[in-house]
């Protein structure tokens, strides 16, 4: 027999004015290898039927289940219950996006604006003719450059970042990313100075205070603190 565990999840409807904030609490029963994806399917399956909670591939690789378990962002499908010594665990909705409804957020929205504002895709004057072979990219550059691509967009380190609570236009660890990740690549033919007007601004790496939750709550383990310390120098460099 498992332990049983209290789980108080948030509930709140902001499209319903009947609906207050508040919490509800379940009791499972755990089970090896429990995550908190199965139990709050098990919620939803037999006592709750109205919980939302997103989800898509149950596997760490859509980012959907961002959601905050007990105060930290993580992904609900990647979270052992067993890994908390405490068998009362608590979820909320990600902080920093707008709530749909109980444990479901609008992350959709501001990716796609952070997407636009940075210029996320190739910027070349460059007429591609699919009939020639590819520019050839060094491999570590590749790597590299794939490295940052492994970004989910589950919100976590936007959601763990005090800068972005106090700023609500700030780029965050995801839009920093992004734009490392298109300065790396050698097919964008974006300069120093077309950067630095993206991002060399009190709402781009210059409001980062360094905190690094982004780092530490990223998921797939990008290698945010370096690519920001990077960012950082290059755009000192640059507005000097």
């Known amino acids: 027999m498992g332990r049983k565990l209290t789980i108080k999840v948030f509930k709140y409807d902001p499209a319903n004015t009947a609906s207050k904030p508040h919490f ?129 967009e589950c919100g976590c380190c936007i ?10 236009d700030f780029v965050g660890g995801a839009g920093m990313n992004r734009v490392v990740r298109f300065m790396l690549d050698p097919h964008d033919q974006r300069n120093d100075e077309d950067w630095f007007e993206i991002v060399g601004d009190d709402n781009g790496v210059f409001a980062c205070m360094s905190l690094l939750a982004c780092h530490d709550f990223c998921p797939k383990h990008l290698p945010l603190q370096s690519k920001i310390a990077y960012l950082r120098r290059k755009m000192v460099s640059i507005g000097k």
Not at 81 to 89: A, L
Not at 125 to 131: L, M, N, V, W, Y
Request: net charge negative.
């Open 24 to 152: 509800r609490e379940y009791t499972i029963e755990e089970a090896h290898s429990m995550t908190v994806f199965i139990v709050l399917s098990m919620i939803r399956e037999q006592f709750d039927p109205d919980l939302n909670f997103d989800f898509v591939c149950r596997a760490g690789i859509c980012g959907s289940c961002g959601m905050m378990i007990n105060g930290q962002p993580r992904l609900a499908c990647r979270t052992l219950t067993e890994s908390f010594s405490d068998p009362v665990i608590t979820i909320m909705p990600l902080p920093a996006f707008k709530l749909i409804k109980d444990l479901s957020v609008d992350t959709g929205n501001w990716f796609n604006g952070m997407s636009k504002r940075v210029g996320s895709w190739i910027h070349s004057q460059e007429k591609t003719d699919i009939a020639m072979i590819e520019k050839r990219v060094e491999p570590d550059v590749a790597d590299e450059v794939f490295e940052l691509d492994r970004c989910v």
């Open 159 to 168: 959601a763990a970042c005090g800068t972005k609570l106090m700023r609500e």
